[in-house]
Each structure stands twice: as C-alpha cells, then as structure tokens.
C-alpha cells in the first residue's frame, strides 16, 4: 500500500491500475480489522447478526474468494432510528461484520491514492488532521480580517441516499481522477 501512496504523491496523474487485486491480500483484511476493532460501532451486530466479534481467518479466506470470484455483495444493512436532541429521528444503519471489514478495505485502498493529492490546508476527515490542526493552520496566517463559518448540520438528512448510493453519483464524486484509477485492468 505505501508503494501506491508513493507514487501518487510523486505524481498526482498516475495511473492507479490493477487496484481489485488488493482485494485478494490477507493482509489487508487484517489491517482492515485493526482499524475497526476499537470503534464505537464495530460491536454493533449487522442484519446477519455479525459483528466484529465474528472475525476470524474463514471470514477473511470467505472474502477472498469471493473477491476472486467477482461475486461478493454486500449484505443489507440493519436500521434503526434514534431521536435527535431537536426532536426529530435520526436513521442509523449497521453494516454486518465482512462489510464492515471490505468497507475499511476500500477506505484504506483510497486513502493511499488521495491523500497525497489533497490539499495541505485540509483538515477535515483525513489521518493526523482535526479541528484543532485546523486551528494551529490559521493562527499562523497574517492579514485576515474575516472567518465564515458554515453549519452544515443535518444536510445529510436531506440528500437522496439513492443517489449517493448509486455508481453514477460515485462516479461524479471521483471523475477528476477517475480516469486514474482503473480497478481491473
């Protein structure tokens, strides 16, 4: 994975090929489950009734095959509405214990070619970054008179799941490099 990460760096046009094959490392399972199994939610159980207390090497040989076969679909995700402190219900979904894993996979792959891409004064959602790294960042600018700040709560509530769900909206999220990354090739 570093290799990628450094040559995306090196190189914000590179072209990412053969990436599906990652999909078949052990390894990267493993490191998958690493990152997942503190969180908050990685006990929560899926639809299936897994969690990530089900991790095991048969789920990892299970995944692999399935990678290999082309034929791994994700399970449906189990739901619940929690209440908002404005009054208003909040939809929380639990993906089930492999894809909670194949999902950290993904997230780990990408990581590896945007994040040498992005922007240095970016902070948000990205590894060592925070709010109070952002705020380190603008105490050190001279000059500035004025700060906005956005609140963009709830705006999630509002956008058609649908469609951020749906290849195209991936696809037009990611086309300035999309031509980069080619998964099989």
């Known amino acids: 994975m570093e290799g990628y990460r450094r040559r995306n760096a090196a190189n914000h046009e590179y072209v990412n090929s053969d990436l599906y094959r990652l999909f078949y490392d052990k390894d990267l399972y493993i490191i998958a489950y690493n990152s997942v199994k503190s969180n908050d939610g990685a006990e929560t159980s899926g639809s299936d009734g897994t969690s990530r207390h089900g991790f095991c090497q048969e789920w990892v040989a299970e995944l692999i095959a399935a990678m290999r076969a082309e034929a791994y679909q994700p399970q449906p995700n189990k739901t619940m509405m929690i209440p908002k402190s404005n009054g208003k219900m909040r939809k929380l979904s639990f993906p089930n214990g492999k894809d909670k894993l194949v999902q950290e996979a993904i997230r780990i792959i990408l990581e590896c070619i945007y994040e040498p891409t992005f922007s240095g004064l970016s902070h948000g959602f ?3 970054r925070s709010t109070q790294s952002a705020i380190a960042e603008v105490e050190t600018w001279n000059g500035t ?40 090739q």
């Open 145 to 184: 008179i004025w700060f906005l700040e956005g609140d963009i709560t709830a705006c999630f509530d509002e956008i058609d799941h649908r469609i951020l769900e749906s290849n195209d909206f991936l696809i037009g999220l990611i086309a300035p490099k999309a031509y980069a990354v080619n998964l099989k």
């Open 126 to 128: 990205r590894p060592k």
